[in-house]
């Protein structure tokens, strides 16, 4: 892909000149359009050869166009915060929203090459690879327009420069050791580049490679290539990328809810010994030294007034409230939906020895979504393996995910509506949104029957909880998270 970066090709003083004032303009004016329209997000990634030019580009787009509306990150090694959530976590906080742009220095693209030429894991490199390619599909299913730069530079001008900026005081701290090791490791480093370039070179977000050794082709190449982006999606409706998998209808017509046992006896005398158990071993667990190398993301899904919130307090009762958050999901705000669907579930990824709740959840795109026709057939049939992903993430970051659909029967559910209506302080529990959903009980049966076939992983398996009965539901729920918590501080030993 080196060979495209056109070697050698110069602009001159007069020609850069003529050519930057047209090219401002015309980006400036794209860039409030961007920001009038508030369509889609812009992310500028730069990368490429050490001193290939990625800051002064950076510097050069701040310049030309309104620095208001640009956000510009840097990533170094990830700080402690960074370092017990998953590798993409600090790049999904820093997503631009609709509207806005975001200029990225090396972005996610960092550590695949600098782990796999030190490691010499050739499996792990492949592994990155394929995951930044589902993340970057994910965001151009998303709308974003993604502009990848590879600012090139030759070994022979590479050794040029570096020499050139140590030679004089004034910018010899411009050269640090990695500098020195890329150039020392140049062929083999260039190597791994070209493998990661072209495993990630996608047809909706292509590699642009940009020969870095003049300044002015650099900067009028780079913007040009900008503004003919923008240009083109302004110039036509967006259209989503790839296929999402059909679904294909049972066999037997038998949804997979529809064997779940419902009804469970258990009296308030063996709950409330069965409780007082379950709480005290939760409590233990999370007190142990090795929790604190770990998290926990508990799931809490099912059919209006299947008991969520009873069960969730009585997780919280058994833990130290500094310890754990509860993530109330309801419908997504402004700012949610000026980013990608899952961003808003991201940023509540807890650290380690910490326990998040969500009172439903990411799944909400593929029920209350598909059902209710918030989200088109694309959007919702991709979200399985996205949503696959996102969790497999959290679990190779030591946060595990235990997944709860709460079932009723109908019957059971009219009675608790009836129940909360007849009693003063349950009365904010009953929604007209409740009642609706009643109308579409075997919709949200079928949806769920599909998203527990879809997303019960090995990692994060779904739990199906019968719960007529709120005591049953309540001691299993408790006792199937102190198991899985068990099992990954067993692990860790």
């Known amino acids: 892909m080196f060979e495209s970066a056109n070697l050698g090709h110069r602009i001159g003083k007069d020609e850069y000149r003529k050519r930057e004032a047209v090219l401002r303009e015309a980006l400036l004016a794209a860039q409030f359009k961007l920001g009038r329209q508030g369509e889609f997000p812009v992310v500028i990634l730069l990368s490429g050869v050490p001193t290939g030019g990625r800051g002064e580009m950076?510097?050069?787009l701040n310049e030309w166009m309104d620095p208001r509306h640009i956000a510009n990150h840097a990533f170094g090694e990830p700080t402690d915060e960074e370092a017990e959530r998953p590798p993409l976590w600090r790049y999904w906080r820093t997503l631009p929203p609709k509207g806005k742009t975001a200029i990225f220095f090396g972005g996610w693209y960092l550590g695949p090459v600098w782990d796999a030429l030190r490691s010499?894991?050739?499996?792990d490199f492949q592994r990155e690879i394929e995951q930044i390619t589902r993340f970057e599909r994910m965001l151009a299913s998303e709308g974003v327009l993604l502009m990848k730069f590879w600012l090139h530079l030759p070994k022979a001008d590479l050794k040029k420069r570096l020499n050139q900026l140590e030679s004089d005081p004034l910018t010899a701290w411009r050269v640090g050791d990695e500098d020195r090791w890329f150039l020392k490791n140049y062929d083999e480093i260039l190597g791994a580049c070209q493998q990661m370039l072209q495993g990630t070179n996608l047809a909706f977000a292509p590699w642009r490679v940009v020969e870095g050794g003049d300044a002015n082709y650099r900067s009028i190449s780079?913007?040009?290539?900008?503004?003919d982006a923008l240009t083109a999606r302004f110039d036509k409706q967006f259209q989503p990328y790839g296929e999402a998998a059909p679904l294909l209808p049972s066999v037997d017509g038998v949804r997979l809810l529809d064997k779940l046992e419902l009804k469970h006896a258990l009296d308030k005398k063996d709950y409330e010994k069965r409780l007082a158990e379950a709480q005290g071993r939760l409590n233990?667990?999370?007190?142990?030294?090795?929790?604190?190398?770990?998290?926990v993301v508990a799931v809490f899904e099912g059919m209006d007034a299947a008991g969520k919130g009873g069960s969730i307090r009585r997780i919280t009762a058994a833990l130290d409230v500094r310890q754990y958050g509860i993530v109330p999901i309801a419908s997504p705000t402004e700012e949610e939906r000026a980013q990608p669907y899952l961003w808003r579930f991201w940023r509540h990824v807890p650290p380690h020895g910490q326990v998040r709740?969500?009172?439903r959840s990411w799944y909400g795109r593929v029920l209350v979504e598909r059902v209710e026709g918030f989200a088109s057939q694309f959007d919702w049939m991709r979200a399985y393996s996205e949503i696959n992903d996102f969790e497999a993430q959290l679990d190779a970051a030591d946060i595990i995910v235990v997944k709860f659909w709460l079932a009723i029967d109908p019957d059971e559910q009219l009675r608790r509506f009836k129940e909360r209506e007849a009693i003063e302080w349950k009365r904010f529990k009953i929604t007209?949104?409740?009642w609706r959903n009643r109308d579409k009980w075997d919709d949200y049966i079928v949806a769920a029957s599909d998203m527990i076939d879809r997303t019960s992983s090995a990692i994060a398996p779904w739990h199906l909880i019968g719960a007529n009965n709120k005591y049953h539901a309540r001691v299993e729920i408790l006792e199937k998270l102190c198991d899985a918590i068990e099992a990954r501080l067993t692990r860790k030993e």
């Not at 780079?222 to 503004?227: A, I, N, P, R, T």
């Not at 233990?284 to 998290?295: I, P, S």
């Open 284 to 295: 233990r667990l999370t007190r142990k030294r090795r929790f604190r190398k770990m998290g």
């Open 58 to 60: 950076a510097s050069l």
């Open 432 to 434: 007209d949104e409740d």
């Open 120 to 123: 010499g894991r050739k499996a």
């Open 222 to 227: 780079v913007g040009q290539q900008l503004l």
């Open 357 to 359: 709740i969500f009172d």
